[in-house]
C-alpha cells in the first residue's frame, strides 16, 4: 500500500495481494470505523492506524506474528480486537489510549507484551495473561483505571516497572509461583488493591513498588525475600506486617506514611533500619527489635506519635540521636537480655546487685524487666526548625552493664572455687564424709578476687560498695 488511505473511506479491506501497508498510512483518520485483513502474510508499519478515533473493529489476520509500534495508539473507538494465535509480541504504545476497549485475551503464542501496549486504556476491565508470557515491559497496562482483576501465569519471572501503575480500580493481583522480582512502582497507586501474598520465589521488592496504593492492608512477604526497596510499601493500609528472616535490611521510607500500621514483627536476622523506614507510622505504640540489629539510622522511626515502649537488645551498635525524633509518646525504652542476665545474678543469690539497680535514678526494675524511661529534648535544627528529640541515658546504660558483667564475674569466680573444691574431694581415694568436706574447700583469697574482678570489668567503687 503505497498512499495513504483517502479520508472519505469508512471501511477498508486488505487483500491477501497487499503486503506491506507503510508507516502512518491511515494517521488520525477521522471516518475509518472498520478494518479487515484477509489471510496472506502483510508487513503492517509504525503507527499505520495512528489516532483513527472512530474506528472500532480491527479483523486480523491469522498470519500476524508482531504488532509493532504505536500500530493503533489512540483510537478511542476501538471496543474489541481478537488477538490471532501465532501472534508473538506486542510492539511499544501499540494499543496505548484505546479509550473505549473493554477487554483483551492474550493468544497462547505471545511471549512479549512491549512498553505501554496497553496504556491509558481506561476502560480495560479483563486481561487474560496466556501460559508462556514471559515479560510485560514498563508500563504495559499502566492507567487502565477499569481494570479489576489479574492472575499471572507461571512462566512470569518479573513485573517490569510501571507495569499497572494507577490501575485505580485493580483489587486483586494472583501472582504464581516462579515470580522473582516486582520492579519499581509496578502496583504503585493502585488504590482499590487490598491484600497481595508473595510466592516463595520472589527475591526482590523494588523502589515504590506498592507504594500509594490505600486500601493495601493484607500483605504477606516470603521466606526467601532478600530486597525490599526505597519506600515499597509506602502510604498503604498495612495493619500487621511480619519480615522474613531471609531480610537483613530495610531501605529507605519502606512502611513511612502507613497511618493503621499497628504490629511489626521484626526477624532475627535484620541488621539495620534505614532513614525513616518507618517514619509517621502514626498507629505504631510498641516495637520489639531483634537481637541481630546493630544499627538504628536517623529518622528511623520519625513522628511515631502513638510509640510508648520500645525494646532493644545489647548487639545495637549505634543509635542515631534523632532516630525516634517527633516520637511524642515514647515512655521507655526496655532491654530485654539485660533482664534476663540481671534475674539470673539474683537468681543465683546475689541479691546485692538489686539495692545497686534501684539506686540508679532514671531507672524503673519492675516484674523482673529493666525500663530506661524516655528522655524528650526540644532542639532548633540548623535550619531553625523546632525539634523534639527523643533518647534515653546512654550513661545511665553503660552503667547497669557494668555492674551486671561485674556481678556476672563474680558469680563465675566463686564457681571457680566450687569446682576447685570438688577437684580436691575428686583426687581422695575414700568416700568423703559430709562433715568433712569443707576441710577440702579452696578459696580465692579477696583481694585476689577483687583484682581480677576488676581487670576483667572495671567499676568505680562507688558503683558496687556495700
Known amino acids: 500500500m503505497r498512499e495513504h488511505v483517502p479520508r472519505d473511506v469508512v471501511s477498508l479491506r486488505f487483500s491477501s495481494r497487499v503486503i506491506k501497508i507503510r508507516d502512518h498510512a491511515c494517521f488520525e483518520h477521522e471516518r475509518l470505523r472498520e478494518v479487515v485483513f484477509n489471510e496472506g502474510h502483510i508487513t503492517i508499519g509504525d503507527g499505520a492506524f495512528y489516532e483513527c478515533k472512530a474506528l472500532e473493529t480491527i479483523n486480523l489476520s491469522q498470519t500476524i506474528t508482531d504488532i509493532k509500534l504505536n500500530y493503533y495508539f489512540g483510537c478511542k473507538s476501538l471496543k474489541e480486537i481478537v488477538l490471532p494465535e501465532g501472534l508473538m509480541r506486542i510492539g511499544h504504545q501499540a494499543f496505548g489510549d484505546c479509550s473505549s476497549l473493554e477487554s483483551i485475551t492474550l493468544p497462547s503464542t505471545i511471549v512479549h507484551v512491549d512498553m505501554g501496549a496497553f496504556l491509558l486504556c481506561s476502560s480495560l476491565k479483563k486481561i487474560v495473561l496466556n501460559e508462556g508470557l514471559q515479560k510485560i515491559s514498563k508500563e504495559a497496562f499502566g492507567e487502565c483505571k477499569s481494570l479489576e482483576s489479574i492472575t499471572f501465569p507461571s512462566t512470569f519471572t518479573e513485573i517490569s516497572e510501571g507495569a499497572f501503575v494507577n490501575c485505580t480500580n485493580l483489587k486483586e493481583i494472583v501472582l504464581n509461583e516462579g515470580l522473582e522480582i516486582i520492579e519499581k512502582c509496578a502496583f504503585a497507586g493502585c488504590k482499590s488493591l487490598q491484600c497481595i501474598h508473595l510466592p516463595s520465589t520472589v527475591t526482590a521488592i523494588e523502589y515504590q513498588a506498592f507504594s500509594g496504593c490505600s486500601s493495601l492492608e493484607d500483605v504477606v512477604l516470603n521466606e526467601g525475600l532478600e530486597d525490599v526497596g526505597l519506600a515499597a510499601f509506602s502510604h498503604t493500609a498495612i495493619e500487621s506486617i511480619r519480615l522474613p528472616s531471609t531480610l537483613t535490611e530495610l531501605d529507605l521510607e519502606v512502611f513511612i506514611d502507613c497511618s493503621r500500621l499497628r504490629e511489626i ?54 543509635i542515631d540521636q534523632n532516630a525516634f525524633n517527633e ?116 578459696e580465692v583469697p579477696g583481694p585476689v578476687k577483687d583484682v581480677i574482678l576488676q581487670y576483667l570489668c572495671p567499676v568505680d567503687e562507688d558503683e558496687i560498695e556495700d
Not at 280 to 299: D, G, K, M
Not at 327 to 351: D, E, M, V, W
Not at 354 to 377: C, M, N, W
Open 265 to 318: 514483627v521484626l526477624n532475627e536476622g535484620l541488621k539495620k533500619i534505614e532513614r525513616k523506614t518507618f517514619g509517621s507510622c502514626s498507629a505504631l505504640q510498641r516495637i520489639h527489635l531483634p537481637s541481630t540489629i546493630t544499627e538504628i539510622v536517623h529518622y528511623a522511626f520519625h513522628n511515631c506519635s502513638s510509640l510508648e515502649e520500645v525494646e532493644l537488645h545489647d548487639g545495637v551498635k549505634k
Open 327 to 442: 516520637c511524642q509518646s515514647l515512655q521507655r525504652f526496655t532491654f530485654p537480655s539485660l533482664s534476663t542476665r540481671l534475674y539470673n545474678i539474683i537468681q543465683a543469690g546475689q541479691r546485692g546487685i538489686k539495692t545497686k539497680i534501684d539506686s540508679i535514678p532514671a531507672l524503673e526494675l519492675r516484674g523482673g524487666g529493666l525500663f530506661i524511661p524516655a528522655v524528650h529534648r526540644q532542639i532548633v535544627s540548623a535550619l531553625g526548625f523546632r525539634e523534639n528529640l527523643v533518647g534515653f541515658d546512654r550513661e545511665t546504660l553503660s552503667k547497669i552493664r557494668r555492674l551486671i558483667t561485674y556481678y556476672e564475674i563474680k558469680e563465675a569466680t566463686s564457681l571457680f572455687e566450687l569446682a576447685l573444691w570438688k577437684s580436691n574431694m575428686d583426687q581422695v581415694e575414700i568416700i568423703v564424709n559430709p562433715t568433712e568436706r569443707t576441710t577440702y574447700r579452696t
